[in-house]
């Protein structure tokens, strides 16, 4: 019997913490943030396939736009879990390119609506940027066909006036 009521009291305490997580919240800044890494990154993909005529030429600009995720994913592991209020964990949710993980990874330990809503706008102002730059590539991207690119030709096309 006092087994029994061990076990009530703990799922008891278990039930009651469930009601205090606020899963609407979660579910949205999950949604949102999603969405807005999934339009950030698309677009700087969308630069690099504009700009190149094979999956050969290409490998060499993915590793730096994919590193950022990775550093998200990384830092959500070894700094977010460990301390989510802290200043690498302010950073990371914070730069466009990683708070799409790192924000997420935070929300849970219960972050500042401040911080919340700056990262939020900055992710927007990311994704409207990174659209940008990619609109100026692509336009001289998909006229230049045939061009060996580099880094030093994407900076060229990206500079060129309409």
């Known amino acids: 019997a006092e087994i029994q009521s061990m076990q009530n009291s703990k799922v008891n305490d278990l039930m009651a913490n469930l009601g205090q997580i606020p899963f609407a919240k979660i579910a949205f800044v999950f949604i949102f943030f999603f969405l807005g890494g999934y339009l950030l990154y ?54 466009p390119l990683t708070s799409p993980v ?26 409207i940027f990174t659209t940008w730059v990619a609109g100026r590539i692509y336009r001289v991207g998909i006229l230049m066909s045939g061009t060996k690119v580099n880094y030093k030709v994407l900076a060229k096309w990206f500079m060129i006036r309409n």
């Open 42 to 95: 698309g677009a700087l993909f969308a630069a690099v396939g504009s700009a190149v005529d094979s999956i050969q030429e290409s490998q060499q600009f993915q590793f730096p736009i994919t590193l950022p995720l990775l550093v998200g994913y990384m830092g959500l592991f070894l700094v977010i879990l460990r301390d989510p209020h802290g200043p690498m964990s302010f950073w990371l949710s914070i730069i």
């Open 102 to 127: 790192a924000m997420v990874g935070r929300i849970a330990f219960g972050v500042p609506t401040w911080e919340l809503i700056l990262s939020m706008v900055l992710l927007v102002g990311g994704f």
